[in-house]
């Protein structure tokens, strides 16, 4: 087969935090001595503001390493000496350094079929609700695993000719890059059924041994777009029959949070499923979406 692509991206991990707190300028000793750049207390609560001004991100006290670690590689790309100069050049831009910015902080964590039973829940609303026209969200979509298992179960469940469309987005141009190419390793597929790797992926050869690559007609079912969740110029023109939103709200804070399920409310279908992380839980926000099943509401 020929593949799009033979670079992959691998996912990145984080915590979630607290809003930006104040700091004081001096330099911190717990990332030991003979450090590249200066990295002071002031340096890194000024990003705290900047990548929660920009999405919406809560980065907490406790993750000063790993922006340093981070952000380093783009001093270095862009040549500059200090985090105080690189810092004060990105907020004097606006250009391509700040998604750049944005592809360095976040997390991207994602497996085939992570937690089955929102799978098992989602076939049976595309059973129960026959719709004319199945659209689905799935944002924060990483390097597309989570697309490309909702894509999998909307085939088995409706067929291959339904009318489905998935949109997949996330503020990370680089693994939504890698998501669109539908190009990974076999080893990243173990949790898939024979049945469903032959059914759904083409395996390499030669070369690419090793690799596959999900079907034209899975790719095709799959729209790939970049969605900054915090913003107000969500693209959409047509509301979803369901939303993935998995593991994102735990990365804002509480207002954040409130903003976008008004948002995710308004671009979905009366009485269409949000599906949301593990650890989440929306209670504050009964008027908007009603519990329905583990970490699955449904909007009022």
């Not at 922006?67 to 000496?81: A, E």
Request: net charge positive; glycine share 6%.
């Amino acid at each position: 087969m020929d593949l799009p692509g033979n670079a992959l991206f691998h996912p990145r991990s984080t915590a979630p935090g607290n809003a930006p707190a104040q700091a004081t300028a001096r330099t911190r000793p717990p990332l030991g001595q003979g450090l590249e750049f200066v990295w002071t207390d002031a340096d890194f609560a000024r990003v705290q503001t900047l990548i929660y001004r920009h999405a919406g991100i809560s980065l907490q006290d406790g993750k000063n390493a790993m922006v340093y670690s981070r952000l380093s590689r783009r001093l270095r790309d862009t040549g500059h000496s200090s985090f105080h100069d690189y810092l004060g050049w990105l907020e004097a831009h606006d250009g391509p350094e700040w998604q750049e910015f944005v592809n360095a902080l976040t997390t991207n964590l994602t497996a085939f079929f992570r937690e089955q039973h929102h799978f098992d829940i989602l076939a049976a609303h595309l059973r129960s609700a026959p719709s004319a026209r199945w659209r689905v969200w799935c944002n924060a979509a990483s390097t597309g695993e989570e697309a490309y298992s909702i894509a999998m179960t909307a085939f088995e469940t409706l067929g291959p000719h339904a009318a489905f469309k998935l949109t997949a987005s996330d503020i990370d141009s680089r693994v939504l890059a890698t998501a669109a190419q539908g190009v990974y390793r076999l080893e990243g597929l173990k949790g898939l059924s024979p049945a469903r790797l032959h059914k759904f992926f083409l395996r390499g050869k030669g070369a690419n041994a090793g690799l596959v690559c999900a079907k034209p007609e899975l790719r095709r079912a799959i729209e790939f777009l970049s969605v900054n969740l915090i913003r107000d110029d969500w693209p959409f023109q047509e509301p979803f029959d369901a939303i993935f939103c998995r593991n994102v709200m735990i990365y804002f804070d509480a207002p954040t949070q409130r903003r976008v399920l008004e948002r995710i409310h308004r671009v979905l279908k009366p009485a269409g499923m949000l599906f949301v992380g593990h650890a989440e839980n929306f209670s504050a926000s009964r008027d908007l979406f009603a519990l329905r099943g583990k970490t699955v509401y449904e909007r009022r």
